[in-house]
């Protein structure tokens, strides 16, 4: 499967941004697909998840009702929309995808990404 993210840009605290994260290939419904981040000198960490049909889904603590990920399984698509945003949120975000039955919250467990968007908060 291939993955186009979209959506960053720069905002400011307190506002909102919509990422979009388009898959190609085998049927979109197979994967569990996920958005992680990257700040700089920082390792990438995990942020939302959805499973196959969108029913389950995990969120980081950092994020945790503020983000929202959903999935439309017509267009193929994966959306995380974030409010009220933070400066610490500032990252590349990325999003991936795996096959599996089971939610998974680790870089490792994910097989397939997309190249990342930017998004920055200003304060």
């Known amino acids: 499967v291939q993955l186009q993210a979209s959506g960053g840009g720069l905002v400011q605290a307190g506002g909102s941004l919509r990422l979009s994260c388009a898959s190609s290939?085998?049927?979109?419904?197979?994967?569990?697909m996920a958005w992680f981040r990257q700040a700089p000198g920082k390792e990438r960490e995990f942020v939302a998840t959805?499973?196959?049909?969108?029913?389950?889904?995990r969120y980081a603590d950092s994020v945790k009702g503020r983000f929202t990920i959903s999935r439309d399984t017509a267009l193929g698509t994966v959306r995380l929309q974030m409010d009220n945003l933070r400066s610490e949120d500032t990252a590349v975000y990325y999003c991936?995808?795996?096959?599996?039955?089971?939610?998974?919250?680790?870089?490792?467990?994910?097989?397939?990404w997309g190249r990342g968007t930017q998004v920055t908060v200003s304060s």
């Open positions: 991936a995808a795996r096959v599996g039955i089971d939610i998974a919250t680790s870089v490792d467990a994910y097989r397939y």
């Open positions: 290939g085998r049927a979109f419904d197979a994967y569990e």
């Open positions: 959805a499973n196959w049909d969108g029913r389950e889904t």
